[in-house]
């Protein structure tokens, strides 16, 4: 394209430079962009085209359409040049470049250096220092595969191998380097690179010179979660953004990277994109200008033109371009010289920020036929057409093997030729294929090809001193190590290999993704005919093979194979005879023969040997004693199965088939799966990984249990005696079973002894109930005699814990199916179709079956189908109450296969068979019942889904024994926690079972038809289905008793036939609590009549005239009344079904009624009245006591007679509803049981009822007593005792005061209730709830229905108006004290007031907070008018009840108690209140004057107000009493003058003496007597007053605290002390209640506050609880807090009492928990050496460093060098320090603990010779100073003035040296 060209479009031509036109003419000999004319000018004018015409004519029509093929030419390497901006794909991401796709097949490189600058900056802080930088991240996590880049090519290089490099740079200062701040428009789309994370977004390098970019994070939000999953963006990753805005002329530039502006982006000439400016990646929209095969011409943004070739046609439309056609094109590349511009119709490019999706071609390396040429560039190569009909394309160096053998003339289109594909082009989406023979018949095309241990031929390339370089393909190079050129180390390698010479070598190693291949040329290697190991599985015992040793070392050779695998051949292997220095013997690089003894492949480890290659004369002499030898204790070997004998199978241990013997019980860890293992296993059969127990004369015993295989791989069981020390874990089996005990074996053939005592955590009668020989165990070493060589084990669960039960639980259960799993592929191998039918059988399969017949149990057989021998069973359970007969067709689930029986347990339950497959959570908890028990393990079905899931029986090696009470049945119902989502191929689901409490009994009807379980159970009954009788009702028959059961008797008649007799049919009158079944025994013989019967299989009765009665079981009454009766009376007894019979029953009506169980999941007591009368009592109608409610299966045992209250039927109607607690009539007045259903904040309880009815609770009748959280005990379910205040709405008006519930207990009412204004009388003290803070006032509630106003001025002492300051000081739901100051009835208005001065409270504002004080007079002033008035009517009030002479019948008295008003549950403590109250009053009206001791009382008693008045006198009589009243302790003055004792009692002890004295004595008593009794009084309180003021006061008594802990709740402190207190008086309990009231009160918030109580908590259960207690404590603290901190504050607390096994044990389950925790080494390590165990503190930093990483482990060295130097070895302290700091020399912070640890610990000469090291390095000045500062310190203190002389010299000398160097 002509240099004329326009770059500013909109007006003036652009200049030519005189130096771009000898650029132009340079290029044009080989220019393959050479376009014609006709695209020179962007606004091709007329008088430009003129010489292009005539030059056209001239030239020949040959001419002319080679110049078109010409100008379509695609690229080639010789066609970029430096500084070509050009659209990239990644193809491959390596650790330091990326490996970039061009268009037409070529292929460039980035190095990491050409990211961006910041990136750069960030690798070269990265080389300074030694620690990995947390922000600096790998190419291949920045860059993935397939994502388009804009690139800039800075060189095209030549390598040493003569081939073409092309060098990238995706730098945004590069790429974007031709764009200008001034450039910049909104709606650009740029790519750039993240520079920087900020607050508020990213600093993007958009590599335009004085703009800054910034993307905010709002913008980045949408591309974090789609394309970054979530994770924030790094520095140096790679972005498309359009520009959002321009401030400042480009200054400031703000970005967008969200995915739809991104890819709709479009290039328009409103951003006046010029072709200087012109990026890769725009997508632009064009008109096609000229259509030819090879390729179009595009006109776009109107005045620039472009090429496409053909290989960037969008491949849909291909052909179907025309002339003036629109399309949308994406910019390729731009020539930085002739402004040449190829564009892509491609769609995958038309979307930006895409990234390519096809990035390989499935047939990569096939060699194809007969490929047609589709066209020929004679510059750059060929197209083909493949036979799928795509695209292929070769270039021209790989058309021919050699420039001379090429023909242009043979790739005319059509030409067919042969090729291999050799690489994908994922920018153009064709493959490059090559026609070279050598690449067509190469062995190897790639390095993914080569695998280790083959067999390859190369050419020497090259030999250097690190070895030989061996072309193995056209781009495989192999390097043969030194030690690899022969079978022995070559001195002068050149002597025997020559460059060019084909070699055969053998491939040691290929790593694909690094290009590393390492060969051997070693001829023993690579002509062994032995199997190659190329992988650790492959090493399997005793196979033989070669290998050369890589190290020899004193205890034994290292012998490396192929894929760097490695095994160790110890010291004793290494020969027959002993060899004492293997360095003299064997040599690096030795070829060697080795046999393989033992591999752990998850370990990566492999034991050898070389004894195998021993004399073969000599081997053979002594075979007989080598193979015997063969085999050691605690090897692991294969086996084949030679045949069986009674106890077990005879085996050959291989390879030497030496004879041994395997135990059927040594098969399996699980009992029952022994014997199905022996039953399976056959001659022939091999077994891996078997363990070598004991051998003796040549009789070798094995062992195939994988608990004990595993050990004995993981190394953990001790070899000799003096391993094994108390407290260790081990894993055996059990050896013999004593009446004293079991002897338990281990792996390596040491036993010990777990005695009768500490086998179980069980009471063992019998230790064979307990265990079995053979059984695998966990046993705990509890004592050791290291001279008898024994031991005593335990093997109690609590202290063989192999983990959390769940995980151990689900590890056997996966284990015991695997095994099972194992046993039916055993099967699936024998030839008979019964087997094989029986293994493909899994549980969960639905089969449709055809009853064969129902057997005398109840059960079903189904026939055997095509199956001869095929065995199905349903039991009676199973048959889910169906109607079978023979013949008929079932669809059953299969629940089992038994394996020994040959049967199969299937289960006709619908909900089973119709079971719904959803997909379930895993760890989500189902009820399920249990379907089928094995052995080990249980299948039960989920309730919701029916799907079937198995669950361990035993949650431990050892749990193998259980109660009867403790066995699970069929039926019953379980909780199970779901581990596994889907049944795989066991056919089930795997789960775990939940709490033991959650199981619930079997349930085999609907509740609407419940069978009695004794009766489905009892096999006397199901007996007598098959006999017939003869008995009418009403006759009289015989009978002897059977079985005696709670609720029934079962009698045996004549013929065998069996009777029942009901519980309600024994006695006519039934003391209540007895049972009536008591009275018959067993043997007994009794006459009865017969009063009905009962159908077998729906248990009704049935009529006499029913066909099936004569099959019915007799229902029989030996009640004296039935059988005096008449045989035709009797008669109708049972003719009325009992649905007539329950409607007979009437509400209200008693009766007696017989328990028959209690329902957990439906929470009520099932009754029956009569055999076909049943009942329900719900829970809360059982009784008024919560002991009751809370075990009622304690309280009622089975067939106890009752006597109920009949409530009304069931929802049902099948049922009679009863009560234990009389008629259930929800009434005013009466006292019931409800349940919470809804707690309301701030309002109350909303309680249900089991009638139904709802009622509500306010939160003034929650209790008695009002606190600041009235509703924080109260949970929804929980259930209240509430007596009903009203029922005259549809929802109750209830109370929960005990006074009100409880009303005998007469305890004292410290807030009584005020349910109307009538209830409020002034002067009263009173507490209630705030309510809002209004303008004229503070609301306060002081009852349902009242509330109070206090006005401003009587709500604080302190001036504020503030409303900040009310809402938090004063918030909705306080509680406060207020004294009422008026009642006006008619406008239903009570004030109040809070100040001090009228409650005694402190001020409802701290005075911390410093406000001004009310002044006096403002509120005397305020308060003046209405004092007056109040006085007059004071007096009058008191002159009439002098008057009176009977206070307690006044009608104003100051406090009447509600409960006299109602009459119904009178008070006596109201009423002396009220004597009380009058009496003062009565002495107050005569010393009015001088009356300020009273009026003191007054101000402070809860019944009395003083007037404001009186205080003016106060003032002038006793000054000194007014301060001493403004108490800011919270003491509440609730009790009489008189009761007033020096000792401060508590609040409930004030003495209720004086109450109970009559009026009269009250009145005998002169005035002078009054008086004194009142000074007497005055002193006490004053007494009481100065105490309590005292702020040095300790408090002495449980209420002191509370008082404490009430006004700071959340003082962890104060609560400590409480419990300090309670643990003084050994009060253990009390204490404990404290802790938990604690835990309950602090806020949730103070979390140190709350870990504070729970260490408490972990103390005392430490030092007076049991390891149970502390255990469970423990286990909640976790649960509530920071883990960390309580498994640290427990081991501390272990540690300070002296429990140092304990703190260890629990230092070992840390390690294991929280292994990246460098706090829990650290504190071990100094645990260890505070008990002197410094080698153990030694393998514990060793640990430490193993299992942190690596940026941890300067300060794990530093921290146990401290610990070593304080409590351990200083000299070694100090080894680690020198240690750390020579790999770290410039960590000062080391420097600064070292130089601290020395100054404590060491002599002051080994300081300074460290300072003076320090101030040597080469430091930062900063850090240097800080270094001199401390040296001057230290001899400041510590040295003479001229050794301080010295440092400071030593300075100045640092300092003139810093800054010459700066000047230099």
Same mark, same amino acid.
């Given at each position: 394209?002509?240099?004329?060209?326009?770059?500013?479009?909109?007006?003036?031509?652009?200049?030519?430079?005189?130096?771009?036109?000898?650029?132009?003419?340079?290029?044009?000999?080989?220019?393959?962009?050479?376009?014609?004319?006709?695209?020179?000018?962007?606004?091709?004018?007329?008088?430009?085209?003129?010489?292009?015409?005539?030059?056209?004519?001239?030239?020949?029509?040959?001419?002319?359409?080679?110049?078109?093929?010409?100008?379509?030419?695609?690229?080639?390497?010789?066609?970029?040049?430096?500084?070509?901006?050009?659209?990239?794909?990644?193809?491959?991401?390596?650790?330091?470049?990326?490996?970039?796709?061009?268009?037409?097949?070529?292929?460039?490189?980035?190095?990491?250096?050409?990211?961006?600058?910041?990136?750069?900056?960030?690798?070269?802080?990265?080389?300074?220092?030694?620690?990995?930088?947390?922000?600096?991240?790998?190419?291949?996590?920045?860059?993935?595969?397939?994502?388009?880049?804009?690139?800039?090519?800075?060189?095209?290089?030549?390598?040493?191998?003569?081939?073409?490099?092309?060098?990238?740079?995706?730098?945004?200062?590069?790429?974007?380097?031709?764009?200008?701040?001034?450039?910049?428009?909104?709606?650009?789309?740029?790519?750039?690179?993240?520079?920087?994370?900020?607050?508020?977004?990213?600093?993007?390098?958009?590599?335009?010179?004085?703009?800054?970019?910034?993307?905010?994070?709002?913008?980045?939000?949408?591309?974090?979660?789609?394309?970054?999953?979530?994770?924030?963006?790094?520095?140096?990753?790679?972005?498309?953004?359009?520009?959002?805005?321009?401030?400042?002329?480009?200054?400031?530039?703000?970005?967008?990277?969200?995915?739809?502006?991104?890819?709709?982006?479009?290039?328009?000439?409103?951003?006046?994109?010029?072709?200087?400016?012109?990026?890769?990646?725009?997508?632009?929209?064009?008109?096609?200008?000229?259509?030819?095969?090879?390729?179009?011409?595009?006109?776009?943004?109107?005045?620039?033109?472009?090429?496409?070739?053909?290989?960037?046609?969008?491949?849909?439309?291909?052909?179907?371009?025309?002339?003036?056609?629109?399309?949308?094109?994406?910019?390729?590349?731009?020539?930085?010289?002739?402004?040449?511009?190829?564009?892509?119709?491609?769609?995958?490019?038309?979307?930006?920020?895409?990234?390519?999706?096809?990035?390989?071609?499935?047939?990569?390396?096939?060699?194809?036929?007969?490929?047609?040429?589709?066209?020929?560039?004679?510059?750059?190569?060929?197209?083909?057409?493949?036979?799928?009909?795509?695209?292929?394309?070769?270039?021209?160096?790989?058309?021919?093997?050699?420039?001379?053998?090429?023909?242009?003339?043979?790739?005319?289109?059509?030409?067919?030729?042969?090729?291999?594909?050799?690489?994908?082009?994922?920018?153009?989406?064709?493959?490059?294929?090559?026609?070279?023979?050598?690449?067509?018949?190469?062995?190897?095309?790639?390095?993914?090809?080569?695998?280790?241990?083959?067999?390859?031929?190369?050419?020497?390339?090259?030999?250097?001193?690190?070895?030989?370089?061996?072309?193995?393909?056209?781009?495989?190079?192999?390097?043969?190590?030194?030690?690899?050129?022969?079978?022995?180390?070559?001195?002068?390698?050149?002597?025997?290999?020559?460059?060019?010479?084909?070699?055969?070598?053998?491939?040691?190693?290929?790593?694909?993704?690094?290009?590393?291949?390492?060969?051997?040329?070693?001829?023993?290697?690579?002509?062994?005919?032995?199997?190659?190991?190329?992988?650790?599985?492959?090493?399997?015992?005793?196979?033989?093979?070669?290998?050369?040793?890589?190290?020899?070392?004193?205890?034994?050779?290292?012998?490396?194979?192929?894929?760097?695998?490695?095994?160790?051949?110890?010291?004793?292997?290494?020969?027959?005879?002993?060899?004492?220095?293997?360095?003299?013997?064997?040599?690096?690089?030795?070829?060697?023969?080795?046999?393989?003894?033992?591999?752990?492949?998850?370990?990566?480890?492999?034991?050898?040997?070389?004894?195998?290659?021993?004399?073969?004369?000599?081997?053979?002499?002594?075979?007989?004693?080598?193979?015997?030898?063969?085999?050691?204790?605690?090897?692991?070997?294969?086996?084949?199965?030679?045949?069986?004998?009674?106890?077990?199978?005879?085996?050959?241990?291989?390879?030497?088939?030496?004879?041994?013997?395997?135990?059927?019980?040594?098969?399996?860890?699980?009992?029952?799966?022994?014997?199905?293992?022996?039953?399976?296993?056959?001659?022939?059969?091999?077994?891996?990984?078997?363990?070598?127990?004991?051998?003796?004369?040549?009789?070798?015993?094995?062992?195939?249990?994988?608990?004990?295989?595993?050990?004995?791989?993981?190394?953990?069981?001790?070899?000799?005696?003096?391993?094994?020390?108390?407290?260790?874990?081990?894993?055996?089996?059990?050896?013999?079973?004593?009446?004293?005990?079991?002897?338990?074996?281990?792996?390596?053939?040491?036993?010990?002894?777990?005695?009768?005592?500490?086998?179980?955590?069980?009471?063992?009668?019998?230790?064979?109930?307990?265990?079995?020989?053979?059984?695998?165990?966990?046993?705990?070493?509890?004592?050791?005699?290291?001279?008898?060589?024994?031991?005593?084990?335990?093997?109690?669960?609590?202290?063989?814990?192999?983990?959390?039960?769940?995980?151990?639980?689900?590890?056997?259960?996966?284990?015991?199916?695997?095994?099972?799993?194992?046993?039916?592929?055993?099967?699936?191998?024998?030839?008979?179709?019964?087997?094989?039918?029986?293994?493909?059988?899994?549980? &969960?399969?639905? /089969?449709? $079956?055809?009853?064969? #017949?129902?057997?005398?149990? @109840?059960?079903?057989?189904?026939? !055997? *189908? =095509? %199956?001869?021998?095929?065995?199905?069973?349903?039991?009676?359970?199973?048959?889910?109450?169906?109607?079978?007969?023979?013949?008929?067709?079932?669809?059953?689930?299969?629940?089992?296969?038994?394996?020994?029986?040959?049967?199969?347990?299937?289960?006709?339950?619908?909900?089973?068979?119709?079971?719904?497959?959803?997909?379930?959570?895993?760890?989500?908890?189902?009820?399920?019942?249990?379907?089928?028990?094995?052995?080990?393990?249980?299948?039960?079905?989920?309730?919701?889904?029916?799907?079937?899931?198995?669950?361990?029986?035993?949650?431990?090696?050892?749990?193998?024994?259980?109660?009867?009470?403790?066995?699970?049945?069929?039926?019953? &119902?379980?909780? /199970?926690? $779901?581990?596994?989502? #889907?049944?795989?191929?066991? @056919?089930?689901?795997?789960?775990? !079972? *939940? =709490? %033991?409490?959650?199981?619930?009994?079997?349930?085999?009807?609907?509740?609407?038809?419940?069978?009695?379980?004794?009766?489905?159970?009892?096999?006397?009954?199901?007996?007598?289905?098959?006999?017939?009788?003869?008995?009418?009702?009403?006759?009289?028959?015989?009978?002897?008793?059977?079985?005696?059961?709670?609720?029934?008797?079962?009698?045996?008649?004549?013929?065998?036939?069996?009777?029942?007799?009901?519980?309600?049919?024994?006695?006519?009158?039934?003391?209540?609590?007895?049972?009536?079944?008591?009275?018959?025994?067993?043997?007994?013989?009794?006459?009865?009549?017969?009063?009905?019967?009962?159908?077998?299989?729906?248990?009704?009765?049935?009529?006499?005239?029913?066909?099936?009665?004569?099959?019915?079981?007799?229902?029989?009454?030996?009640?004296?009344? !039935?059988?005096?009766?008449?045989?035709?009376?009797?008669?109708?007894?049972?003719?009325?079904?009992?649905?007539?019979?329950?409607?007979?029953?009437?509400?209200?009506?008693?009766?007696?009624?017989?328990?028959?169980?209690?329902?957990?999941?439906?929470?009520?007591?099932?009754?029956?009245?009569?055999?076909?009368?049943?009942?329900?009592?719900?829970?809360?109608?059982?009784?008024?006591?919560?002991?009751?409610?809370?075990?009622?299966?304690?309280?009622?045992?089975?067939?106890?007679?009752?006597?109920?209250?009949?409530?009304?039927?069931?929802?049902?109607?099948?049922?009679?509803?009863?009560?234990?607690?009389?008629?259930?009539?929800?009434?005013?007045?009466?006292?019931?049981?409800?349940?919470?259903?809804?707690?309301?904040?701030?309002?109350?309880?909303?309680?249900?009822?089991?009638?139904?009815?709802?009622?509500?609770?306010?939160?003034?009748?929650?209790?008695?007593?009002?606190?600041?959280?009235?509703?924080?005990?109260?949970?929804?379910?929980?259930?209240?005792?509430?007596?009903?205040?009203?029922?005259?709405?549809?929802?109750?008006?209830?109370?929960?005061?005990?006074?009100?519930?409880?009303?005998?207990?007469?305890?004292?009412?410290?807030?009584?209730?005020?349910?109307?204004?009538?209830?409020?009388?002034?002067?009263?003290?009173?507490?209630?709830?705030?309510?809002?803070?209004?303008?004229?006032?503070?609301?306060?509630?002081?009852?349902?229905?009242?509330?109070?106003?206090?006005?401003?001025?009587?709500?604080?002492?302190?001036?504020?108006?503030?409303?900040?300051?009310?809402?938090?000081?004063?918030?909705?739901?306080?509680?406060?004290?207020?004294?009422?100051?008026?009642?006006?009835?008619?406008?239903?208005?009570?004030?109040?007031?809070?100040?001090?001065?009228?409650?005694?409270?402190?001020?409802?504002?701290?005075?911390?907070?410093?406000?001004?004080?009310?002044?006096?007079?403002?509120?005397?002033?305020?308060?003046?008018?209405?004092?007056?008035?109040?006085?007059?009517?004071?007096?009058?009030?008191?002159?009439?009840?002098?008057?009176?002479?009977?206070?307690?019948?006044?009608?104003?008295?100051?406090?009447?108690?509600?409960?006299?008003?109602?009459?119904?549950?009178?008070?006596?403590?109201?009423?002396?209140?009220?004597?009380?109250?009058?009496?003062?009053?009565?002495?107050?009206?005569?010393?009015?004057?001088?009356?300020?001791?009273?009026?003191?009382?007054?101000?402070?008693?809860?019944?009395?107000?003083?007037?404001?008045?009186?205080?003016?006198?106060?003032?002038?009589?006793?000054?000194?009493?007014?301060?001493?009243?403004?108490?800011?302790?919270?003491?509440?003055?609730?009790?009489?003058?008189?009761?007033?004792?020096?000792?401060?009692?508590?609040?409930?002890?004030?003495?209720?003496?004086?109450?109970?004295?009559?009026?009269?004595?009250?009145?005998?008593?002169?005035?002078?007597?009054?008086?004194?009794?009142?000074?007497?009084?005055?002193?006490?309180?004053?007494?009481?007053?100065?105490?309590?003021?005292?702020?040095?006061?300790?408090?002495?008594?449980?209420?002191?605290?509370?008082?404490?802990?009430?006004?700071?709740?959340?003082?962890?402190?104060?609560?400590?002390?409480?419990?300090?207190?309670?643990?003084?008086?050994?009060?253990?309990?009390?204490?404990?209640?404290?802790?938990?009231?604690?835990?309950?009160?602090?806020?949730?918030?103070?979390?140190?506050?709350?870990?504070?109580?729970?260490?408490?908590?972990?103390?005392?259960?430490?030092?007076?609880?049991?390891?149970?207690?502390?255990?469970?404590?423990?286990?909640?603290?976790?649960?509530?807090?920071?883990?960390?901190?309580?498994?640290?504050?427990?081991?501390?607390?272990?540690?300070?009492?002296?429990?140092?096994?304990?703190?260890?044990?629990?230092?070992?389950?840390?390690?294991?928990?929280?292994?990246?925790?460098?706090?829990?080494?650290?504190?071990?390590?100094?645990?260890?050496?505070?008990?002197?165990?410094?080698?153990?503190?030694?393998?514990?930093?060793?640990?430490?460093?193993?299992?942190?990483?690596?940026?941890?482990?300067?300060?794990?060295?530093?921290?146990?060098?401290?610990?070593?130097?304080?409590?351990?070895?200083?000299?070694?302290?100090?080894?680690?320090?020198?240690?750390?700091?020579?790999?770290?020399?410039?960590?000062?912070?080391?420097?600064?603990?070292?130089?601290?640890?020395?100054?404590?610990?060491?002599?002051?000469?080994?300081?300074?010779?460290?300072?003076?090291?320090?101030?040597?390095?080469?430091?930062?000045?900063?850090?240097?100073?800080?270094?001199?500062?401390?040296?001057?310190?230290?001899?400041?203190?510590?040295?003479?003035?001229?050794?301080?002389?010295?440092?400071?010299?030593?300075?100045?000398?640092?300092?003139?040296?810093?800054?010459?160097?700066?000047?230099?």
């Amino acid at each position: 394209m002509s240099t004329m060209e326009e770059s500013f479009p909109r007006g003036g031509t652009r200049k030519t430079h005189k130096s771009e036109k000898p650029l132009q003419q340079s290029v044009e000999q080989d220019n393959l962009f050479d376009i014609s004319t006709e695209e020179d000018s962007t606004k091709r004018k007329k008088k430009q085209k003129g010489p292009t015409i005539t030059k056209k004519l001239k030239i020949e029509k040959r001419e002319s359409s080679k110049s078109v093929k010409e100008k379509f030419e695609i690229l080639s390497i010789e066609s970029l040049c430096e500084g070509m901006r050009i659209l990239g794909c990644v193809k491959e991401v390596n650790e330091l470049e990326l490996v970039i796709s061009l268009p037409n097949g070529l292929q460039g490189f980035v190095q990491v250096t050409e990211i961006c600058d910041a990136y750069s900056k960030k690798l070269n802080e990265q080389m300074s220092q030694e620690e990995p930088l947390k922000d600096l991240v790998s190419l291949p996590e920045l860059f993935s595969p397939g994502l388009l880049v804009r690139c800039v090519v800075i060189s095209v290089g030549i390598t040493e191998r003569g081939k073409k490099s092309v060098k990238l740079s995706l730098n945004p200062k590069n790429v974007n380097k031709v764009l200008s701040a001034e450039a910049l428009k909104p709606g650009m789309l740029l790519t750039g690179t993240v520079s920087s994370l900020e607050d508020h977004g990213y600093l993007v390098d958009i590599g335009v010179g004085g703009a800054r970019a910034f993307l905010p994070l709002q913008k980045a939000q949408e591309y974090i979660k789609q394309k970054n999953k979530g994770a924030k963006l790094k520095v140096g990753q790679y972005l498309n953004c359009v520009v959002e805005e321009v401030k400042g002329s480009g200054g400031v530039v703000s970005l967008s990277i969200a995915h739809s502006e991104v890819s709709t982006a479009i290039a328009s000439e409103e951003q006046n994109w010029t072709l200087n400016n012109l990026l890769p990646g725009l997508v632009v929209k064009a008109e096609v200008q000229k259509v030819t095969p090879l390729g179009l011409t595009l006109n776009f943004l109107s005045f620039f033109t472009g090429l496409v070739d053909f290989m960037h046609f969008d491949p849909k439309k291909a052909g179907t371009y025309f002339s003036s056609q629109a399309v949308r094109a994406c910019v390729l590349c731009v020539h930085p010289q002739t402004r040449a511009v190829r564009l892509s119709l491609r769609p995958v490019f038309l979307q930006p920020g895409r990234a390519l999706t096809r990035l390989s071609c499935p047939h990569l390396g096939a060699v194809l036929d007969d490929v047609p040429v589709q066209g020929f560039f004679s510059k750059v190569g060929a197209t083909f057409r493949l036979k799928d009909g795509s695209l292929a394309y070769a270039r021209l160096s790989h058309l021919a093997d050699s420039k001379n053998n090429f023909n242009p003339e043979a790739f005319k289109p059509g030409n067919t030729h042969k090729c291999r594909i050799i690489n994908y082009s994922q920018m153009d989406e064709l493959a490059l294929v090559s026609l070279r023979t050598s690449i067509i018949e190469a062995q190897y095309l790639s390095y993914h090809d080569i695998k280790p241990g083959a067999l390859v031929k190369g050419t020497v390339l090259t030999i250097k001193s690190y070895g030989m370089l061996v072309k193995v393909g056209e781009q495989i190079r192999g390097l043969v190590h030194p030690m690899h050129l022969a079978d022995i180390l070559l001195k002068n390698p050149e002597k025997k290999y020559r460059i060019g010479d084909e070699v055969a070598a053998r491939v040691l190693l290929c790593d694909p993704e690094a290009k590393r291949l390492m060969l051997t040329l070693k001829k023993t290697l690579i002509e062994s005919k032995l199997p190659a190991i190329t992988c650790y599985a492959d090493a399997k015992p005793g196979l033989q093979t070669h290998g050369f040793i890589l190290r020899v070392k004193d205890y034994g050779c290292i012998v490396k194979f192929y894929n760097d695998v490695q095994g160790l051949v110890p010291k004793h292997e290494l020969s027959a005879e002993y060899v004492p220095d293997p360095e003299r013997v064997f040599y690096p690089g030795q070829v060697v023969k080795v046999a393989v003894l033992n591999c752990e492949p998850s370990k990566e480890r492999m034991l050898l040997s070389f004894k195998l290659l021993s004399d073969p004369k000599k081997e053979h002499a002594g075979q007989s004693q080598k193979k015997r030898k063969a085999v050691s204790i605690g090897q692991l070997v294969d086996v084949k199965v030679l045949g069986k004998t009674k106890d077990g199978l005879e085996v050959a241990v291989l390879p030497h088939n030496i004879p041994a013997f395997l135990p059927t019980s040594h098969l399996s860890d699980h009992v029952a799966n022994g014997p199905l293992l022996y039953h399976w296993l056959q001659a022939g059969d091999i077994l891996h990984k078997v363990l070598c127990l004991s051998q003796s004369e040549g009789h070798v015993l094995l062992c195939r249990k994988p608990s004990l295989v595993s050990t004995v791989e993981g190394g953990q069981d001790p070899k000799t005696f003096s391993e094994i020390h108390p407290g260790m874990l081990l894993v055996g089996f059990v050896k013999s079973i004593k009446d004293y005990g079991v002897f338990v074996q281990f792996p390596s053939g040491l036993s010990g002894l777990a005695p009768k005592a500490i086998m179980s955590d069980k009471f063992v009668t019998s230790t064979s109930d307990h265990f079995v020989e053979g059984q695998t165990v966990a046993a705990k070493v509890t004592n050791v005699d290291e001279e008898k060589q024994r031991m005593l084990l335990s093997l109690r669960l609590s202290d063989c814990s192999l983990g959390d039960l769940p995980t151990t639980s689900l590890l056997l259960l996966s284990q015991c199916l695997e095994e099972r799993q194992g046993v039916r592929s055993l099967m699936s191998t024998r030839d008979s179709v019964l087997f094989q039918t029986l293994a493909e059988m899994i549980p &969960g399969m639905i /089969l449709d $079956l055809e009853v064969q #017949e129902v057997l005398e149990d @109840g059960s079903v057989v189904f026939s !055997e *189908g =095509p %199956v001869p021998g095929l065995v199905l069973r349903a039991s009676k359970y199973h048959r889910a109450g169906q109607e079978v007969a023979s013949g008929q067709k079932k669809k059953v689930v299969i629940l089992n296969v038994d394996m020994l029986k040959l049967e199969v347990h299937v289960s006709l339950c619908r909900s089973l068979v119709n079971r719904k497959d959803k997909k379930l959570k895993k760890g989500s908890e189902h009820q399920a019942i249990v379907q089928h028990l094995e052995e080990s393990f249980a299948v039960a079905s989920l309730v919701e889904t029916g799907q079937l899931a198995a669950f361990s029986l035993n949650s431990h090696l050892n749990d193998t024994f259980r109660f009867d009470s403790e066995k699970l049945q069929v039926g019953q &119902g379980v909780s /199970l926690t $779901l581990k596994t989502t #889907e049944p795989g191929v066991t @056919g089930l689901l795997l789960a775990v !079972e *939940g =709490p %033991v409490a959650k199981r619930t009994l079997r349930q085999t009807r609907k509740d609407s038809e419940t069978v009695d379980e004794d009766d489905e159970g009892s096999p006397a009954l199901a007996v007598g289905t098959s006999k017939k009788h003869t008995f009418s009702i009403g006759d009289m028959v015989t009978g002897t008793v059977k079985s005696v059961k709670p609720t029934h008797v079962v009698v045996t008649l004549e013929n065998g036939i069996i009777g029942c007799i009901h519980a309600s049919h024994i006695l006519d009158d039934v003391p209540v609590g007895t049972s009536p079944t008591a009275t018959l025994k067993v043997g007994k013989t009794v006459t009865a009549r017969v009063i009905g019967g009962r159908d077998m299989k729906t248990f009704k009765f049935l009529p006499i005239s029913h066909p099936r009665f004569v099959r019915t079981i007799p229902e029989l009454s030996v009640r004296p009344s !039935e059988l005096e009766k008449d045989g035709h009376t009797a008669l109708d007894t049972h003719s009325v079904s009992p649905l007539e019979k329950i409607k007979h029953y009437q509400a209200g009506q008693t009766v007696t009624c017989f328990f028959k169980k209690y329902n957990v999941i439906k929470k009520w007591l099932e009754v029956e009245m009569a055999p076909d009368i049943r009942g329900r009592i719900p829970l809360l109608l059982t009784s008024l006591s919560f002991k009751v409610l809370k075990h009622p299966d304690k309280k009622f045992q089975i067939g106890q007679a009752l006597k109920a209250t009949v409530v009304g039927p069931t929802s049902s109607k099948a049922f009679l509803c009863l009560s234990l607690i009389g008629p259930h009539r929800l009434e005013k007045g009466e006292v019931a049981m409800g349940r919470v259903v809804k707690v309301t904040p701030r309002k109350g309880l909303t309680v249900s009822f089991p009638s139904g009815r709802i009622g509500t609770v306010s939160v003034f009748h929650v209790s008695d007593s009002y606190s600041e959280t009235p509703l924080e005990d109260f949970t929804p379910q929980q259930i209240v005792r509430c007596y009903v205040l009203s029922a005259a709405s549809d929802v109750l008006t209830l109370s929960l005061r005990s006074s009100r519930t409880n009303p005998e207990t007469k305890s004292k009412i410290p807030d009584p209730e005020i349910n109307s204004i009538q209830d409020v009388q002034e002067g009263q003290l009173l507490r209630g709830y705030v309510e809002s803070v209004q303008s004229q006032g503070v609301l306060l509630g002081l009852g349902p229905s009242v509330v109070g106003l206090a006005r401003h001025p009587h709500v604080s002492q302190y001036k504020t108006s503030k409303k900040a300051l009310y809402n938090s000081h004063l918030p909705e739901g306080k509680l406060l004290t207020a004294k009422v100051l008026r009642v006006k009835h008619q406008k239903k208005l009570v004030e109040l007031s809070f100040l001090p001065g009228s409650t005694g409270k402190p001020d409802v504002f701290p005075a911390s907070l410093g406000l001004p004080l009310l002044e006096q007079e403002e509120r005397r002033i305020e308060a003046e008018g209405r004092a007056s008035k109040r006085q007059e009517k004071e007096k009058r009030n008191r002159k009439g009840l002098e008057e009176a002479q009977l206070p307690s019948q006044g009608k104003k008295e100051p406090q009447k108690p509600p409960g006299k008003k109602r009459g119904k549950r009178p008070r006596p403590e109201s009423g002396s209140e009220q004597d009380r109250g009058n009496k003062k009053q009565k002495e107050a009206a005569p010393v009015e004057e001088n009356d300020s001791g009273v009026e003191v009382y007054y101000r402070e008693g809860e019944e009395e107000v003083e007037e404001k008045s009186v205080l003016a006198k106060e003032k002038q009589t006793r000054p000194a009493e007014v301060p001493r009243l403004q108490l800011s302790s919270s003491f509440v003055w609730d009790v009489g003058l008189d009761s007033l004792t020096p000792a401060l009692p508590p609040r409930e002890e004030s003495s209720d003496s004086e109450d109970e004295k009559p009026q009269q004595a009250t009145k005998r008593k002169s005035r002078k007597e009054r008086e004194l009794e009142k000074q007497r009084a005055e002193r006490e309180l004053c007494r009481t007053e100065e105490a309590l003021m005292d702020p040095a006061r300790q408090p002495e008594s449980a209420d002191d605290f509370d008082r404490l802990v009430l006004s700071s709740p959340n003082s962890s402190i104060l609560w400590l002390q409480y419990m300090a207190f309670h643990l003084q008086a050994t009060e253990i309990e009390k204490a404990r209640a404290v802790a938990e009231r604690a835990l309950k009160t602090i806020s949730f918030r103070e979390e140190q506050e709350k870990l504070n109580v729970w260490v408490a908590l972990l103390n005392l259960e430490n030092m007076y609880g049991s390891q149970e207690s502390l255990t469970k404590v423990f286990e909640q603290a976790v649960q509530y807090n920071d883990p960390l901190k309580v498994f640290l504050q427990l081991a501390d607390v272990y540690t300070k009492s002296g429990k140092f096994q304990e703190a260890s044990e629990l230092y070992s389950r840390m390690l294991k928990r929280f292994r990246q925790e460098k706090a829990v080494w650290i504190k071990y390590g100094a645990f260890l050496l505070r008990r002197g165990q410094a080698g153990a503190s030694h393998r514990v930093m060793q640990r430490a460093l193993e299992c942190l990483p690596k940026r941890e482990h300067v300060d794990v060295i530093s921290k146990f060098a401290q610990l070593e130097f304080q409590l351990g070895d200083a000299e070694r302290a100090k080894a680690m320090f020198e240690n750390t700091l020579s790999t770290y020399p410039k960590r000062t912070d080391v420097w600064s603990v070292y130089i601290d640890m020395t100054i404590k610990h060491g002599s002051q000469k080994e300081v300074r010779d460290i300072f003076e090291r320090v101030i040597h390095l080469s430091l930062a000045p900063k850090r240097m100073k800080f270094f001199f500062k401390r040296y001057l310190d230290f001899e400041k203190q510590h040295g003479t003035e001229k050794e301080v002389q010295a440092v400071k010299a030593k300075a100045l000398d640092y300092v003139e040296a810093r800054s010459s160097v700066q000047e230099d």
